[in-house]
């Protein structure tokens, strides 16, 4: 199932991957044995670099995001029935013990993008690849969140905003007209759906005037209902036409209303009385039985986000291979 | 999809006009509680986000921003009633089958294409052929240039702006002389409500603002003592009831404002951000209006699909 990461420049894209490959790579090696990972030896190559980096305490350098265009992972989740077969049955690759997910985040440069929403045609292949996405998650960084109307930061958000918008839109798009293709193909399917995330990224720098003129606290709350209510009190002050987007999908006959919201943080070193000079370090955990000497970030809200595409994954990639199969059927009655 | 045209004078807040009608949509459909969701066709969304980007940062919208907003389509839907507190019957009102979409159409200059219609011409133009395809025509009315016209001897801005639009209405009436669909529903909006003359208001003996959106006949009775007098041609045009041919319905009235702050001499007024609901903020303009608006629109939809 194809994924697509959507960011500004500099709103953590590269840094937000390198903290999931970290995340993966704790939680797939946890003793519950319920999530497994597998990464294509070009990915692994970029987000082993990113992760050794991070573990010196390094944030991912440019060159180094602009390696690869498609980062992919393939998630495992362990399927609830198969975890109550015995050992050694489960062990066996006839039982298909994990549902699998191709999580694949694309580097696509700003200019294909701005000319695909120019002209909305979706010229180039990467393009077109990212409009098949399933999933689409945004990436929203709070380090630009300001009240003060009259500041370039504030401005960028608008700017952002607008073009997550277009972007959603054209998502909808794509998949409406697949859908009536296939529809007119004599192809019966259910109707499209799409999954949209937002990662309210570097949370830790969400500044406290902000907050308090929104009414909200520091912390981002457990439950899962008023998670939903704070990211979104977040996001319809600054990106209220993507959240509007997201909404009229239904209306334009694709569903967007399963939207789940996660934060991403990265504890940075401080010297205290001074201005850090250049890039700043990332803190790491200190060694523990558990593990250590990892990045100091918001590890439980990744373990969320692998843990929300469980359910997808379960039901996803039957739809896709349902699909694939529509759309070989569609292919065969016009030949 | 029922089309919409907007004629308006120069300056008339057209574009301003439709940035507020995106905010509106934007600020209410934003939210999962909402009764009110909307699309916007990915060709309207690059022009019309870019007048909202601008209406966001306290600025009107420029030049450049104008000459690109031409036409715009939005899907609206609202949630059907009586579908009860059972999330999946609620969102089942959500169907895309439920909305409709609409074409809103700016037309920037129409008279001279009039003139040449009415000179014979049988090459009616493009913006006289969108006129005359239409369900709906929007009338930017300049609040600024409103008068209290006691005497013809007083000078009218609106004259020529009336005359114009009356023959534009003639034209779609004879265009469509014996078309199927033969009802255009006249919406008169008065922009810049903010800025009519106090002493106009005074001599018509009406009160500085509108009545409430839900008040029909008193807005009615308001609206018409301003037009009556200012856009007399125009008015008799959509009131005469003609044997056969197009008929004009009643016609529909809001008005519209938006509160500037004064900035220091030369540069340009900015647009007034204010507090909308618990946490977020957007221009201080008239939403009751547009949110009517929209409401109208919608009515509309359903007497243009029957």
Redesign the interface.
């Given at each position: 199932m194809p994924c697509a990461l959507l960011g500004d420049r500099a709103s953590g894209k590269t840094t937000f991957l390198g903290l999931l490959y970290a995340a993966q790579v704790k939680y797939g090696t946890g003793v519950q044995d319920d999530f497994r990972f597998h990464a294509p030896i070009a990915s692994l190559n970029v987000m082993s670099a990113v992760y050794e980096g991070m573990k010196d305490g390094r944030f991912p350098s440019a060159t180094l995001k602009e390696e690869i265009t498609e980062l992919g992972f393939i998630f495992g989740y362990l399927r609830k029935i198969v975890g109550k077969l015995p050992y050694y049955i489960r062990q066996q690759n006839w039982v298909r013990p994990f549902s699998t997910l191709r999580f694949s985040a694309y580097d696509v440069s700003g200019e294909d993008i701005e000319e695909f929403i120019d002209t909305g045609i979706a010229s180039r292949p990467l393009i077109q690849q990212l409009l098949k996405s399933v999933v689409v998650a945004v990436l929203v960084d709070c380090s630009k969140m300001t009240t003060e109307i009259d500041t370039p930061a504030y401005k960028k958000m608008l700017r952002y905003d607008s073009t997550v918008a277009k972007l959603l839109v054209s998502f909808q798009t794509y998949k409406r007209q697949e859908y009536d293709r296939l529809k007119d193909s004599g192809v019966h399917t259910d109707p499209p759906r799409i999954y949209p995330v937002f990662v309210l990224s570097k949370f830790d720098t969400l500044r406290d005037d902000v907050l308090a003129r929104l009414g909200l606290h520091r912390g981002f709350p457990e439950d899962k209902r008023q998670r939903k209510e704070y990211a979104e009190a977040l996001l319809r002050v600054f990106v209220p036409q993507s959240l509007s987007q997201i909404r009229g999908g239904k209306v334009a006959g694709v569903s967007m209303d399963k939207a789940a919201y996660f934060l991403s943080w990265v504890h940075t070193e401080t010297q205290e009385g001074m201005d850090p000079v250049g890039q700043s370090r990332i803190v790491r955990t200190a060694f523990a039985p558990e593990g250590g000497g990892e990045p100091d970030f918001s590890y439980d809200e990744y373990v969320t986000f692998i843990e929300h595409f469980r359910d997808i994954a379960h039901k996803i990639p039957d739809e896709i291979l349902e699909a694939e199969k529509f759309q070989a059927q569609a292919m065969v009655r016009s030949a | 999809m029922p089309r919409i045209v907007i004629v308006g004078d120069r300056n008339s807040g057209k574009t301003t006009f439709l940035g507020l009608l995106y905010t509106a949509?934007?600020?209410s459909?934003?939210?999962?509680a909402?009764d009110f969701?909307?699309?916007?066709?990915?060709?309207s969304?690059?022009e019309i986000?870019?007048v909202?980007?601008r209406l966001?940062?306290?600025s009107f919208p420029d030049s450049a921003t104008k000459e690109g907003i031409r036409e715009i389509t939005f899907?609206?839907?609202y949630r059907r009633p009586g579908r009860g507190i059972f999330s999946r019957q609620r969102?089942q009102g959500?169907?895309?089958d439920s909305?409709v979409a609409f074409h809103l159409i700016v037309l920037k200059t129409f008279e001279d294409d009039v003139a040449r219609h009415r000179e014979g011409s049988s090459i009616a133009d493009a913006s006289l052929r969108d006129a005359i395809g239409s369900d709906a025509m929007v009338i930017i009315v300049d609040a600024r240039k409103l008068v209290a016209v006691d005497d013809d001897s007083e000078p009218k801005p609106l004259a020529k702006y009336d005359a114009a639009v009356e023959s534009l209405l003639t034209a779609v009436q004879h265009s469509r002389a014996h078309a199927e669909r033969a009802v255009l529903h006249p919406i008169f909006v008065f922009s810049k409500f903010d800025r009519v003359d106090a002493d106009t208001l005074r001599r018509a003996n009406l009160e500085s603002a509108p009545p409430a959106v839900r008040k029909k006949g008193p807005r009615a009775a308001f609206a018409k003592a301003l037009l009556d007098p200012n856009l007399p041609k125009t008015m008799a045009k959509v009131r005469a009831r003609e044997r056969g041919g197009l008929e004009f319905a009643p016609p529909s009235y809001f008005f519209s404002w938006v509160r500037t702050d004064e900035t220091v001499s030369g540069r340009a007024e900015k647009v007034r951000?204010r507090r909308s609901g618990?946490?977020?903020?957007e221009p201080d303009y008239s939403s009751d209006e547009y949110l009517a608006f929209l409401e109208c629109l919608w009515d509309l939809a359903a007497h243009t699909t029957e």
């Open positions: - | 949509q934007v600020k459909g934003s939210d999962k909402d969701r909307f699309h916007a066709a990915f060709e969304l690059d986000s870019g909202f980007q966001m940062s306290g899907r609206l839907g969102s959500w169907a895309s909305s951000l618990a946490v977020a903020w």
